[in-house]
């Protein structure tokens, strides 16, 4: 196994980033604008999308809690 450098890594990682933090943004704007949820309440989607922040939380608030209006 070789010792990798970081810029051969970049080219993937920085677009990863800009999503990640695209789709926490949009899904904590959504919580905040937005009263219903199918599953829990706003302080638990927040908790959820906040501490699972690696893409998972918020795509399981987009999955589980949005309610379609």
Not at 21 to 43: D, E, P, Q, S, V
Request: glycine share 8%.
């Amino acid at each position: 196994m070789t010792n990798m450098d970081i810029t051969e890594v970049l080219p993937f990682l920085i677009p990863l980033v800009v999503v990640q933090f695209a789709l926490l943004g949009y899904a904590l704007w959504h919580i905040l604008t937005h009263k219903n949820y199918r599953y829990g309440n706003r302080t638990v989607w927040i908790v959820v999308v906040l501490v699972g922040m690696q893409f998972i939380g918020p795509i399981l608030y987009f999955i589980l809690g949005r309610e379609e209006s």
